[in-house]
């Protein structure tokens, strides 16, 4: 069934522009919903969503409709106007801001090898910030949507690749934990591909978790009030910042 965007999606297709260098226009792009699932099947697979150049067409899974990474991996793919999943694109100039889920990730191919001379570091080597947007989140503001997005950058002048635990298969690499008045919420993303822990000179890899105002705080719904906030990569955690969510 035909799906009106919310006011979000113009900032979600923003940041979609953002960080791929390319531009479009949001109205070009017709939505759908498959009303009451969380995926469906698509090419003998299940999936969240799909893009297809017929009618330049996004179609979601209605559960999962407002879901900004899956929904900016859409988008992603309608400003590039591709269906597969260039790496340069998915999981690195995007990496972090759009989803790339393991089937994503193995059409993207694999990840270029690391330097050989790039030194295995510790998380604490590495600068971890977080910036909260809006600073301020209301219901006026993108219909109460907010992203926490966890900044980690390598100070270094050569590259290195990060060991987050004994080693990095499956290890916890981007993280979040946000606290308030009715309890609090974490959660964190795996390392399910090398670009996710390998560091060239200077650089910053991102990971954006999206929230919104409600009463769900597993869904990442969050009661308006006082927060504090902090992320991390690996054990290496910001301090806490704090956050007023109004109504």
């Known amino acids: 069934m035909a799906f009106t965007p919310p006011p ?3 900032r979600w ?29 698509r090419n003998n697979a299940a999936v969240l969503g799909y893009w297809t150049s017929g009618g330049n067409q996004i179609v979601l899974a209605g559960n999962v409709s407002l879901d900004g990474g899956n929904v900016r991996h859409e988008m992603l793919h309608a400003l590039l106007r591709v269906g597969g999943h260039p790496r340069d694109q998915f999981l690195e100039r995007c990496g972090g801001t759009v989803d790339c889920g393991i089937e994503c990730i193995a059409d993207a191919g694999a990840a270029p090898a690391a330097d050989p001379a790039a030194p295995t570091v510790a998380p604490a080597a590495l600068a971890v910030t977080v910036d909260v947007t809006p600073t301020a989140p209301t219901t006026a503001q993108f219909g109460g949507f907010f992203t ?17 635990g004994a080693t990095n298969s499956r290890a916890l690499s981007f993280q979040y934990d946000v606290r308030g ?7 964190a993303r795996e390392v399910l591909d ?54």
């Open 194 to 247: 090398a670009s996710t822990v390998t560091f060239a000179a200077g650089e910053t890899k991102h990971q954006v978790f999206d929230f919104s105002i409600g009463a769900d705080l597993l869904a990442r719904k969050l009661p308006p009030g006082a927060y504090t906030v902090r992320t991390g990569y690996g054990a290496n955690f910001t301090a806490p910042v704090p956050v007023t969510v109004g109504p």
């Open 148 to 164: 926490v997005t966890v900044n980690v950058r390598n100070t270094a002048s050569r590259p290195v690749v990060a060991l987050l």
């Open 181 to 187: 008045p009715t309890g609090g919420v974490t959660g």
């Open 13 to 41: 297709w923003a940041m979609a522009e953002a960080c791929s260098g390319t531009t479009g226009s949001l109205e070009s792009v017709a939505f759908y919903v498959v009303p009451d699932v969380s995926s469906f099947q």
């Open 8 to 10: 979000v999606f113009a």
